[in-house]
T-cell receptor, first 112, second 112 residues
Framework: DQQVKQNSPSLSVQEGRISILNCDYT??????FLWYKKYPAEGPTFLIS?????DKNEDGRFTVFLNKSAKHLSLHIVPSQPGDSAVYFC???????????FGGGTRLMVKP | NAGVTQTPKFRILKIGQSMTLQCTQD?????MYWYRQDPGMGLKLIYY???????DKGEVPNGYNVSRSTTEDFPLRLELAAPSQTSVYFC???????????FGQGTRLTVV
């Protein structure tokens, strides 16, 4: 049973437009959420995170929104750039803080 | 700082052979993790450790063993390689109380 799901395996967006990547979770004990970005042949790198006590966190072009009642979070990238083309993973951590549970990833392609 | 270093980067094993995937970090992080990523899939947790001498199973531990004799090193052992263990393996580390996990570059393992 997947506790963290990314239902869109891929997303294609035009350069300059908004990219919206979605993530759903089932475990109500999760209280911290992260987004990671992964290029081919490299390890995932941290992008942005949000605590469950917030509903929004911004960092430059990246904004993460959290809807706890719906158990849903999203990553917005505005404006999208070709260098943003990568696989994006959503991850969640519970109050034990020991483990990170990952979603299946969404491949974002930003077309020039 | 080198961060998280994994060796080797690539390896081909024959069925039934054994090997150790090495992982070392120089950030003095308490927590260390081993994940595997199958093609088109997310990262699944194999084993994790919250400190030297302490290890615990993750989501997919069968066929693997770990040890944590020092803070820096967290090797992953495959005793009897099987084709189902063909995957990309990522080691990660995180500071206790921190939220972001730092990943190594990965080891691509093929079992034939």
């Amino acid at each position: 049973d997947q506790q963290v799901k990314q239902n869109s395996p891929s997303l294609s967006v035009q350069e300059g437009r908004i990219s919206i990547l979605n993530c759903d979770y089932t475990n109500s004990m999760f209280d911290y959420f992260l987004w990671y970005k992964k290029y081919p042949a490299e390890g995932p790198t941290f992008l942005i995170s949000i605590s469950s006590i917030k509903d929004k966190n911004e960092d430059g072009r990246f904004t993460v929104f959290l809807n706890k009642s719906a158990k849903h979070l999203s990553l917005h990238i505005v404006p999208s750039q070709p260098g943003d083309s990568a696989v994006y993973f959503c991850a969640a951590s519970g109050n034990a803080g020991n483990m990170l549970t990952f979603g299946g990833g969404t491949r974002l392609m930003v077309k020039p | 700082n080198a961060g998280v270093t994994q060796t080797p980067k690539f390896r081909i094993l024959k069925i039934g052979q054994s090997m150790t995937l090495q992982c070392t970090q120089d950030m003095n992080h308490n927590y260390m993790y081993w994940y595997r990523q199958d093609p088109g899939m997310g990262l699944k947790l194999i084993y994790y450790s919250v400190g030297a001498g302490i290890t615990d199973k993750g989501e997919v531990p069968n066929g693997y063993n770990v040890s944590r004799s020092t803070t820096e090193d967290f090797p992953l052992r495959l005793e009897l390689a099987a084709p189902s263990q063909t995957s990309v393996y990522f080691c990660a580390s995180r500071h206790r109380g921190g939220t972001e996990a730092f990943f190594g570059q990965g080891t691509r393992l093929t079992v034939v």
